[in-house]
């Protein structure tokens, strides 16, 4: 159970990266003043894949509270 906990959350730690990666690019590299779709869909994309990161990391700690139980 250790093992599924360590991949789950490594697998989220990148996710997370990916995220914090996509932020910093919105955030630093606005193409123009006003929203444009594009800035949105980036915004939007960048919000999935940190839902998802944060979806992994649930996973992780689920798996290691089982895994202590069921020692």
Do not use: C, H
Request: hydrophobic letters at 60%; charged letters at 15%.
């Amino acid at each position: 159970m250790r093992d599924a906990s360590y991949f789950f959350g490594l697998f989220g730690v990148l996710f997370l990266l990916v995220a914090g990666v996509a932020w910093w690019r919105i955030v630093r590299k606005p193409d123009e003043e006003p929203p444009s779709q594009r800035n949105l869909n980036r915004a939007s994309s960048a919000g999935t894949v940190i839902i998802i990161a944060f979806l992994l990391s649930a996973v992780a700690a689920v798996v290691a509270v089982i895994g202590w139980f069921q020692r």
